[in-house]
């Protein structure tokens, strides 16, 4: 580790802040047109990079759902591209006055958006993460420093060259985005210290970098503890439509924290639905454990245990749970949930709202998949993460989220008495 190299990325990206928050709206776009250019003439380069990340990932045994994380191929390279698309159309909320009144003396108060200040962000695995919180710190004016995991060192370290180069290109202090290459432990630690230079921290991985990013940070957090997800199935849920979203949910791509971990049924539908659902289960290769009531449906699964229920796998295990009522799966939901996406399948509009009111997460579903919470999917071009945080923000974290507030005052010289 090298400490001095640390601080002064640090402290060149906090330098750099004063002039990024200056800059206009029109400039910062030219500038990710310009990365957008960049990515997609280094389209076979970001690639030939990209498999030396993910031999390295197979040659250390990594699971097929973490090296599926680290792919760059074509198609999730147009992604890229598009999510900075949809970003350069997003109108930035710098400037924003969320509210503004006149008091009785004259004094003219108005509440502002603001940049945050310097953001660093700690992640794991996906590459696309380098773009993904480069885009939407600059386009918020917030510079970052960004501290990407060793599985993903290549390909992030190429990534973050790329918007350097269009930075410089048009204009932009470089350091306004900064790169921390080092990629062992003890290096996080020392970045975790710098609260001079950084005003807020972003950890975006597993449950292991969060704990020890909240443990050890000095500069406030923005995080989400894990994604142990949920989907009910409600004795008045219609059974195409559970077994399609609840399907998506799960196979579509496990290894994400919206993927859901943990099933539960009513037990008045779950003759009829736990059957079909575990057929379609075995043919994307998904382990089933089930509780005492599961498995006198579901004879050949495993038996779930406590902590099964309290494990987010990030792979091809189900959990499902047998529940008397809606009460039982709201209760269950919010002892074992991690408060980030839960959903219910039903047609009955009271147990539908009853679920959104009384279920505490962040993003609370009817009749839809957990994996659509995501930026992108929810219209901010790209996110830094999801918050399951109460404080500052919660959800997917887009462009106001990276905001915070000031207030104008606008006088004629009063003063208090």
């Excluded at 930035?92 to 008091?103: D, K, M, N």
């Excluded at 050890?216 to 399609?244: Q, R, S």
Aim: hydrophobic share 35%; glycine share 6%; proline share 2%.
């Amino acid at each position: 580790m090298n400490p001095e190299k640390i601080i002064n990325i640090c402290k060149r990206a906090h330098e750099a802040f004063y002039s990024l928050s200056k800059t206009s709206e029109e400039k910062i776009n030219t500038a990710l047109e310009g990365l957008k250019n960049l990515i997609n003439k280094n389209r076979e380069k970001i690639k030939s990079v990209n498999e030396i990340d993910i031999k390295n990932a197979k040659e250390l045994n990594l699971k097929s759902s973490l090296i599926d994380r680290l792919l760059l191929n074509d198609k999730r390279i147009d992604g890229i591209i598009n999510s900075i698309d949809t970003v350069i159309k997003l109108k930035s909320p710098v400037g924003e006055v969320i509210e503004g009144w006149r008091l009785e003396n004259g004094l003219n108060i108005e509440k502002v958006r603001v940049p945050i200040g310097t953001i660093g962000i700690i992640y794991e695995s996906r590459p696309n993460v380098t773009i993904d919180a480069a885009i939407l710190c600059l386009k918020s004016l917030n510079s970052a420093v960004l501290r990407g995991g060793k599985e993903a060192i290549n390909s992030n370290k190429l990534l973050s060259d790329l918007i350097k180069e269009s930075l410089n290109e048009n204009g932009i202090n470089p350091n306004s985005i900064g790169f921390i290459d080092e990629t062992d432990r003890e290096g996080v630690k020392y970045m975790l210290k710098l609260n001079e230079y950084i005003d807020v921290i972003v950890p975006r991985g597993g449950e292991g970098l969060i704990k020890f990013v909240t443990e050890n940070a000095t500069m406030p957090v923005i995080k989400h503890d894990k994604g142990l997800c949920h989907m009910y199935i409600d004795e008045f849920a219609d059974l195409e439509k559970a077994l399609n979203v609840s399907y998506n949910a799960k196979v579509q791509r496990p290894g994400v924290c919206n993927a859901i971990e943990t099933l539960l049924v009513h037990k008045n539908i779950a003759n009829a639905f736990l059957p079909k659902f575990k057929e379609l289960m075995d043919k994307a290769n998904v382990e089933l454990r089930g509780c005492d009531k599961t498995q006198t449906i579901l004879k050949d699964i495993k038996e779930a245990t406590e902590e099964d229920f309290k494990t987010e796998y990030l792979d091809l295990i189900l959990s499902i749970k047998v529940v008397e009522s809606l009460d039982e799966a709201i209760e269950h939901i919010n002892t074992y949930g991690s408060h980030h996406s839960e959903a219910i399948i039903t047609e009955n509009y009271n147990n539908a709202e009853r679920f959104l009111d009384e279920v505490d997460a962040s993003c609370v579903y009817v009749n839809a998949s957990t994996r659509f919470t995501d930026g992108g999917m929810f219209g901010f071009g790209a996110e830094i993460g999801i918050s399951t945080n109460k404080l500052h923000a919660r959800g997917p974290v887009g462009l106001k989220e990276l905001t915070t507030y000031k207030y104008k005052i606008r006088g004629i010289g009063q003063i208090r008495e």
